[in-house]
């Protein structure tokens, strides 16, 4: 009977909750009022664990992206070290984080449906 999940989506799912409870820990005035604000959105690992592309989002407004951006770029090192501590595989993997604007993307669509459908509603017959 084949298993329903490969290692590779557990690690993947394993490192996704990790960092999500992580990036609350970090205690760099620099970044730490920013980071509570993220979430991450999805986690993708290279086959040999070396990479893992972290996709997050964050509703703060647009001009603070590229501080929290620079904040997460900033603080990976610690990320890293205690994802090791926490993740028992043999390579833990350099992270790469990615704004996922999936999120916005999908509030701004769905605000374009109520729209059409209100207007709808309130067109005369």
């Not at 996709?55 to 407004?61: D, I, V």
């Not at 605000?111 to 207007?119: G, T």
Request: glycine letters at 4%.
């Amino acid at each position: 009977m084949p298993k329903d999940y490969s290692r590779s989506s557990r690690v993947t799912e394993q490192i996704h909750r990790e960092l999500s409870d992580l990036i609350r820990l970090v205690k760099d005035p620099r970044v730490s009022h920013l980071l509570p604000l993220v979430t991450v959105t999805d986690v993708e690992i290279t086959p040999d664990y070396a990479h893992a592309k972290v996709f997050y989002t964050s509703l703060t407004p647009e001009d603070k992206r590229a501080d929290i951006a620079a904040g997460l770029k900033r603080c990976s090192g610690f990320l890293r070290r205690e994802l090791g501590r926490r993740v028992r595989i043999h390579t833990t993997p350099e992270l790469h984080f990615v704004y996922d604007s999936s999120v916005e993307r999908g509030t701004y669509l769905s605000n374009l449906i109520d729209r059409a459908v209100e207007s709808d509603q309130n067109k005369p017959e």
